[in-house]
């Protein structure tokens, strides 16, 4: 398969994409960002690359050659990417998706650094989790680039749904499925949360503000992770990791997806 310049066409189709990433198509950044999507059974249909690239290199997909300046051109102010793939937005994932998956449920409450969202999906996956719900994200969509680049493409691995409390406590009360919130001062220490049988929903914070008030209030339980007096809290993805760790023989791990 040779390697052949971009169209005007192709180009025009990048930059919607770029700009409603949920609409129709996805830019994916990286090659092995690129391979865990397929992975996932993201429908990819070309590579686009500003260095010498061979064919043979890109799944078998067609490539097509960019210049530098048309890619600064695409990305603007955003990361440049010297090598991506469009892809067909795969379907929104939903609560039920989460009814029907082995694995804790765990929840992202006003944590907006794509950075700490996309290492807690990966952790997720690679702990045996359900999902992940965010809450008050302010993300532009779940197919944002910077989250699909910090989960590195894990994102298509599992749910990751954007939802709202009144909906998640609605999903939560049909599934039967107990809230545990995240909290330092929390009333249960991480071995007894890990005890707690069946599924669970564990709630996280953002470093500063912790969950909100009404998370805290729909709560079964406060869980608390010991650490040094010298400090006062840990970065939630970290705190996310330490809490599925701990509940990793309660969840069932899928051997053929690792973390990354």
Known sequence: MSVIDASEGELRGIRAALKAPARRMVVIDDLQNVATAIRAGVDVRVVFSTHEFEAAEAFGLPVRRLTKGSAVGLFGAERLSRTFALAVAPKAASLDDLRRRSGDVVVLDGVR?????????????????????????????????????????????????????????????SAELPLFVADAEGSLG?????????????????????CSAVLRAAAAG??????????????????AGIAMHARRHHNSTDARVHAQ
Request: charged share 15%; net charge positive; hydrophobic share 50%.
């Open 113 to 173: 650094l794509a950075g700490n969202i996309g290492a807690v999906v990966r952790t997720t996956v690679a702990l045996g989790g359900a999902g992940v719900v965010l809450l008050d994200s302010q993300l532009p969509s779940i197919l944002d680039r910077r989250l699909i680049r910090a989960s590195r493409g894990l994102i298509f691995a599992l749910p990751v749904v954007a939802t709202s409390p009144g909906e998640l406590f609605s999903f939560m009360r």
């Open 222 to 239: 406060s869980v608390s992770i010991p650490t040094s007096a010298d400090v006062d809290s840990l970065n939630v993805s970290v705190a």
């Open 190 to 210: 991480i071995d007894a949360y890990s005890a707690i049988p069946g599924r669970t929903v564990i709630a996280f914070g953002s470093e500063r503000r912790g």
